[in-house]
């Protein structure tokens, strides 16, 4: 062992043989060091220099070596920093050494060195103290963890008998080395003989479980001298549980085995499902569960005893050691509960690696987990025991706070796992369900009052971070209780009007403080302070509000009197909060447009694409919420509506120089984009390759009592949104400069979405039903819509041609009309905007876009009509790509073959068409 470290730091600093640099890299000690150390682990390390370096570290430092049996052993000497970092490749070099050439060591050897490395993990020897068991010198944590997650990898290469090979490993000093670590270095270290039996029964594994389960007692059964020695050694052999279970799920491991993908389903397998023979007894039969079964039941009744502790021990969440060993004991029944049944079985990537706390994931464990997950005393203690530990404000230090902070938010990603156990085998009845979820949805709603209390109480927090996560992860906790146990499961416990009373509350807050601070920066929204979480928390709330508004049992009509009563209360108690989402989402995109102009700050393209999928997302959400109360969402748009189209409408109007665009100007125009925008989420749907239709909601509405009122407030906004448009449309065609584009293809977006769904509805029940369907369901009403639309298109066309996003709009909103129908495709045919978009296409088919003034007046006399040379040559500079769509939609606007004007319209299209091409075909022969 003398002489190790030196040998191995000689051998890293030379370069291995026949060793080249990559081209073009320069040769340094870093990369000499990789490629030695990378040829060390490629031929077998056979001089055992990973572990005889290991050993004469530790050794050197006090770390092993010492008397197990003296009344107070010396504190380690704490290890350098090239020393650790040595220790680590140490320690990850020899599993790679081991696993890569299993069989050509000796068993027992193999064993020692597992069990040796687990036990300087843990802290084995080295956490003694001079004096009364206080923790004096550890190893550092990335050299404990880095032992523990090489015996990790070697309790899983053993776990079960693979018969891999049949070569006959040699002596070639592995047993002077297991008798230097198992003798002389740390004597007292547990060794675990393990069986070959297939499925976690041989005494090894057994012995395994039954040594951590007692470590991890000890920190709470064991006497206060050695405290928080015992708190160490537990939270270690926690960490070291959770790197076994990554092991297996091989989600969270970096180990490489040299062996195929059928092992390690296999391990996967028999870790999950153990021994099932039928024919064992029953105490064989428990002593045979699998490792799954055996870690959870470690893991609960770990977590059980920390619960009683700190409910019990009234300084338990000022004790950092205790804090630390109860955040690794949390971590171990968070990997449990990530487990991904039945995956080893028929799938190519095994892993669970899943995020804790992912959304929509259903949990559907085996029925005998029932006794340990359902359990309202073991729910109702961890509730209590958050409460307890969660910073309420009042910790002493930053540090303090930190760990309360991590072990509260572990705390909550264990209940958000529970909130996923929605059905399956393990729970016995519906009644069972409804008390489930009711026991975690009061839970929930006692932690958001709490927080609510101290928020109106101006509770000052350390680390003001902690409280935005802990809001985000109630709601989501929320979130996924309405997804999973549905509506229909949430309306029969008597705390759903708490719940729904809560959501709108907690949401309120979080909008009107963010719109707040928005105000006291003047729109600077990189300088708020918690915006991202408050951004997380608000989307868990409306997707929490989505999934209770869409569902199924409430929609379809088929929940009876039941469902009825929910949607009432929804509607009640949830649907107010569509008001102040509206007035903070279009205020403070205001106030940020504002302080952009005011700044000339520079646009980031992929952020803002980005920003605006995810409004989008966020929006098709608040639809659902403001559809619960259509007619209360309308009053509130209404009133936004009417004060900031009316300045619109005066600014469009007041002159016909330019407009100059001021920061009032620009954040104006922001604000009325926003308002279209939910304004068009609440009365349409998205429906690509669908008919599109009314929303649901909006026809329950417009037949209710108040339906006059919905009716009238539909219409009212769609004059306005015209009026609008119109005013926008003639400033452009008098003077394009100042005017919005993104303002132009939010109006046009609006009007293909609407128009397509409420103009001419397409089902023929629609003319017999009234409310919202006669509005626009004859020609007489539909033609002054179709006119205006198509009037809309030919000014962009020509005195827009550059603005592609306005161009993109304006298109799709043609083609979309004029795919509606017959009825729609005749009016539009009626249309004198649309001839004159034909008659500018015919035109403009004859000459080329760099064509001169004189070629194009040429070109307009010899077609004849009344085209305006201002509306040709405007016309003329559209790109080809939006020529071709514009073509597209007046050849299927004109595709009626019954409609003499159709069809002159049509064929002149086409033949100004072939007459260019056949031009073409002419120069190019």
Known sequence: MEGATEELRQVLSTPPPNWQPPTGAPVNSISILHASLEHIRATGDERYLFLRTILEVLNNHGFVGGSTTASVVPAPTPLSGDEEQLLFHCATGLRHVILFRWDMFIPSFRDCVRDFLLSVGLGGLYTSSESNGTLMSSLPRTVSMACLSCAA?????????????????????????????????????????????????????QDLFAYLNATISSSFNGSSNQLQRQQYRSAMAASFLSLLVGEFTGGNSSARYNLPLEFHRLCHQVFESGNEDATLSLGVANERRSGLDKTLD??????????????????????EFLLEMGSSIINVALDVLSWEFGAGGNKLDFSSAKKHGGNGILLRPPQRWRSVLVNPDFLGAMFRVYST???????????????????????????LQLSSLAGGPIFADENERVAYAGFLLDGCMNALEAIMAEQQQGTEYINKDLIGVEIVDLVTILSRLASNFRIQTLSQISSFPRFLSALCAIGTWILETSLMQCQQLNGDVEAMEGMDWRNDAIAQILQCSDALADDYWIVSGTGGDKATHASQLLAIMLAPLYG????????????????????????????????ALGLEEEMNSAASLGRLNVIASMTTLAGMFKE?????????????????????????????????????????????????????AVIRSCKSKDGEQCIASISGLVDLLKSVAEAQAMRVSVNPEGCSPLLAKTLLWFFRRWGTAYVLPSSDDYHQSGGIFGTWSTSENAKPIVSFCTTLCLIYFCHWPQEKEVQDEATSLLLALAKKGSFMRELLVASPSFE??????????????????????????????SLSPDAVRGYQRLPYIDKARVLTGLLVGSSEIHNDKSKALFHGCLSAVETSFSSLIQVLE
């Open 644 to 696: 900031c189209m009316c300045k619109l409408l005066a600014l469009f109007t007041d002159s016909e120089r330019g407009l100059e665009i001021t920061p009032v100007v620009s954040a104006l125009m922001e604000e009325g984009r926003m308002l279209i925008v939910c304004a068009c989420h609440l009365l349409t749907d998205d429906c690509p390759g669908e008919t599109p239709t009314i929303p649901e």
């Open 153 to 205: 990898s070697m309790w899983k290469r053993g776990w079960v008998n693979t018969n891999s090979t049949t070569i006959s490993p040699t002596d070639d000093g592995q047993a002077y080395l297991e008798s230097m670590m198992a003798i002389s270095l740390l004597p007292s270290m547990k060794r675990f003989f393990v069986s070959n039996d297939v499925g976690a029964g041989g005494a090894g594994q």
């Open 836 to 865: 004159t978009i034909a008659a500018l296409h015919s035109v403009g088919a004859s000459y080329k876009h760099n064509a001169s003034t004189s070629e194009v007046t040429s070109a307009l006399t010899a077609f004849g009509g």
């Open 298 to 319: 470690l893991a609960m009744s770990s977590l059980s005893s920390l619960v009683g502790y700190i409910l019990s021990q009234s300084s338990a969440t000022t004790d």
């Open 580 to 611: 102040p989402y509206c007035v903070c989402r279009v205020q403070m995109s205001s106030l940020e447009d504002y302080f952009i102009s005011q700044e000339e700050a520079e646009l980031d393209d992929i952020r803002e694409e980005i920003s």
């Open 389 to 415: 530990v969660r910073d309420n404000g009042v910790s002493e230090t930053y540090n303090l706070s930190e760990k309360r902070g991590r072990v509260s938010h572990q705390l909550r990603q264990i209940l």
